[in-house]
């Protein structure tokens, strides 16, 4: 059985949106967690691009940005919701 790449994504964000709530501390449901954990990839490539760091090999390195980029995006987000 192979498994669609897209359905990785989604879980892998569901993952990274996750642990990056536990980080910071927030809630919510599977979808936020796709979502923060999906648009978190972007923010957090994009900032450790900036800084020249890559960290560990390839899926490693997509974890780490993913979740600090949700992080990040989390942090935005409450600071934007005041």
Known sequence: MIIPPLVIT???????GWLASL?????????RNIIV???GAVVGHIVLG???VFVG???????V????GGAIVIVVG?????
Not at 78 to 82: C, E, M, S, T, W
């Open 10 to 16: 989604l879980i892998l964000g569901g993952i990274a």
């Open 23 to 31: 980080i910071v501390g927030g809630s919510g449901g599977i979808i």
């Open 37 to 39: 954990g999906l648009v």
């Open 50 to 52: 900036m800084l020249g």
């Open 57 to 63: 090999g390839p899926f490693l390195h997509s974890l």
């Open 65 to 68: 940005a993913a979740v600090l």
């Open 78 to 82: 409450r600071f934007l919701g005041k």
